[in-house]
């Protein structure tokens, strides 16, 4: 997969788009910009964009996805003993992304997390799951990846892989875990990420020391916990609670369009309270 991906000049361009939605996610956040709506309209055109848009033009499944960054460096290093530049320097630039502004790739750029979120907004019942449940399975599913790759070059994903259903690329397995992850999507926000996905396990190790990240004035909050409970994670009650570890945060910005107070709740950096 490597090869062919680093190969493809749209590969480069979808990677320049990300990292403009990123930094355009971080303006709009630092200036209180997002609005429910304007995100939902966002979601929409980035899942067409980055999804199915890209997923049709990148032959053969082939549309880069943070995960297949992580899992094609997994691949290279454990199975064929080698280190693919570019993967390795993609991978890393993502994960410098987490650390300057949280999980924006996740809430601003992956096309699965973008369809999960999407779902999600379907208005049913929701479901907030433990964070210590959901980071347990994740944990459980990396360490499965790394022991199934290095010892019998088995990689799990691929048999069940979601992002595949952007390039119609389907196996049964496939079309069958796909539509389990959406339909887990109307109840629970980020199935996927926040279950299975091993990004979003290492994102969430970056994202406890990330610069930009929704911050507390304590001064100006009049604890309403508004945007403890627009969160559709559990972020927000860790960062209101002032865990030093907090669950993933997506970045989305619900919180601080639901905050009242225009000094109480802002992406901040941590050594920056303007
Ligand atoms: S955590 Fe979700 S949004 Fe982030 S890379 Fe994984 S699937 Fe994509
Ligand atoms: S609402 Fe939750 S996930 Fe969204 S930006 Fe705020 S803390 Fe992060």
Not at 93 to 121: A, F, H
Not at 149 to 174: E, H, K, R, Y
Not at 202 to 230: D, H, M, T, Y
């Amino acid at each position: 997969m490597s090869n062919q991906m680093t190969l493809n000049p749209l590969v480069l361009i979808k990677f320049v788009l990300w990292i403009g939605a990123v930094v355009g996610a971080t303006l709009l956040l630092r200036r209180r910009k997002v609005t429910s709506k304007m995100r939902l309209a966002y979601l929409i055109g980035s899942v067409l964009l980055f999804g199915f848009v890209f997923g049709l033009l990148i032959p053969g499944g082939l549309n880069p996805n943070p995960v297949a960054s992580l899992r094609t460096l997994l691949t290279t290093i454990l199975v064929k003993h080698r280190l693919v530049l570019p993967v390795a320097v993609m991978l890393v630039v993502l994960l410098l992304t987490v650390w300057i502004s949280n999980k924006s790739i996740c809430g601003w750029g992956c096309q699965l997390g973008l369809l999960q979120d999407l779902c999600y907004r379907v208005p049913l019942p929701k479901w907030k799951p433990p964070f210590w449940l959901s980071n347990s399975v994740r944990s459980i599913a990396f360490v499965a990846l790394v022991v199934g790759l290095g010892t019998a070059g088995w990689d799990w994903i691929s048999g069940v892989d979601p992002f595949q259903l952007f390039s119609f690329n389907f196996t049964l397995g496939i079309a069958l875990f796909s539509a389990l992850v959406l339909i887990a999507s109307l109840f629970i926000y980020r199935p996927w990420c926040h279950f299975l996905c091993p990004f979003g396990l290492l994102g969430w190790l970056v994202e406890q020391v990330s610069l930009f990240r929704p911050r507390i004035n304590r001064e100006a909050c009049k604890e309403c916990q508004l945007c403890v409970k627009a969160c559709p994670g559990q972020a927000m009650a860790d960062f209101y609670a002032g865990k030093k570890i907090h669950a993933d945060c997506f970045a989305c910005g619900a919180c601080i369009e639901a905050c009242p107070q225009a000094d109480a709740l802002n992406w901040r950096r941590s050594a920056d309270n303007k």
